[in-house]
């Protein structure tokens, strides 16, 4: 249930910007093109192997953006812009659309695909809803483009507060001191670290040469579980309940996703103020209900909330001061804070 007083985000995510940044974040400049991944199929037979780890190895997570941005109030926008017949692009359709997010379809006039396309489209609609929903508090873009300065300056002196989440190596700086804040997207809760591999040197513009042997990239681990809550809605349904999510066909437990979603909260919280703050226990379910709306510990067997975080006493670290309860992850479970 939206609070009274609860701030009302606008999430807008250009999404070839922030796919195709990672991706020559970890590979080198120009990789994208290179490795021809716009029209690359992974699961074709004749797909190539190594492009294929090295794509797995760029995967975005887009769980932990939207997540980091639910920090910032309700959602009552969120967009992708992006031509998703691309095969690379519909590959992220189902992750998306388990949070809800609008896949706006921007089709293709150019061999140069919908680049600026998406930056006027994506640049029109948030000013539109600055007018449409005057109640609309904080304007989120999910790129590094340095066209989106005054569409962020617009957004700013229409009195909204405006975050920028970009990939490091491909943001304006000028983009970057436009907003109100800005973060890398290496530096939101959640994302591992991984270290840039060596560009790839199998060019294939040379010519009258021997082609090196290709650079191999060790595949990105596959998403940890603390990523799975985001996949379906879980908590407000029985165990007899069937999914058609997730792929896998593995088991899930409703026990050890609800954990992961608290670790997830807390780390968010901890992130945003001091490291070892104590945060209030109603904030925090408040965040947990911003990232899975269906989250509820009754069906988890708990009376109340306070149950629920006294069962992960491994985890969390509970106290009282006066009538409020205080909460923050024990320092030997949080091995990811920063």
């Not at 994208?32 to 190539?48: E, H, L, T």
């Not at 349904?237 to 997830?264: K, M, N, W, Y």
């Not at 992960?312 to 949080?334: M, Y």
Request: aromatic fraction near 8%; glycine fraction near 6%.
């Amino acid at each position: 249930m939206t609070e009274p007083n609860d701030a009302r985000v606008g999430l807008y995510i250009d999404f070839d910007n922030i796919v195709i940044s990672r991706y020559q974040q970890l590979h080198g400049r120009n990789a994208f093109q290179r490795d021809g991944i716009r029209n690359f199929d992974k699961s074709s037979r004749d797909a190539d192997p190594e492009v294929a780890a090295r794509l797995a190895a760029a995967t975005v997570d887009f769980n932990a953006i939207i997540d980091f941005a639910a920090s910032f109030g309700t959602l009552v926008v969120n967009r992708a812009y992006a031509d998703w017949s691309v095969p690379v692009n519909a590959s992220y359709q189902r992750q998306l659309m388990s949070r809800a997010v609008d896949l706006t379809q921007l089709f293709t006039t150019t061999t140069r695909g919908t680049k600026n396309g998406a930056d006027i489209r994506l640049a029109v609609d948030v000013v539109e809803d600055l007018f449409r929903l005057p109640d609309l508090t904080h304007v989120i873009i999910i790129a590094g483009d340095s066209d989106y300065i005054a569409l962020a300056q617009k957004s700013k002196r229409l009195g909204r507060f405006v975050v920028g989440i970009g990939v490091a190596g491909s943001t304006s700086t000028s983009l970057a001191a436009a907003c109100d804040e800005f973060e890398d997207y290496d530096s939101l809760p959640g994302i591992e670290k991984v270290t840039p591999s060596a560009e790839p040197v199998n060019d294939r513009r040379s010519s009258g040469k021997k082609t090196a042997e290709p650079v191999e990239v060790e595949p990105e681990p596959a998403p940890s579980k603390a990523r799975k809550f985001t996949t379906v809605p879980m908590f407000s349904h029985t165990e007899d309940t069937q999914f058609d999510e997730p792929e896998s066909g593995e088991d899930i437990d409703p026990q050890t996703i609800a954990t992961e979603l608290l670790v997830r909260a807390l780390q968010i919280g901890h992130a945003k103020g001091d490291a070892d703050e104590w945060l209030n226990t109603g904030t925090v379910k408040n965040q947990m209900r911003r990232m899975d709306p269906s989250f509820n510990e009754k069906p988890l067997g708990f009376r109340s909330f306070t149950d629920f975080l006294s069962s992960r006493s491994d985890l969390v670290e509970l106290e009282e001061d006066g009538p409020q309860r205080l909460i923050r992850l024990h320092p030997a479970a949080d091995n990811t804070r920063r």
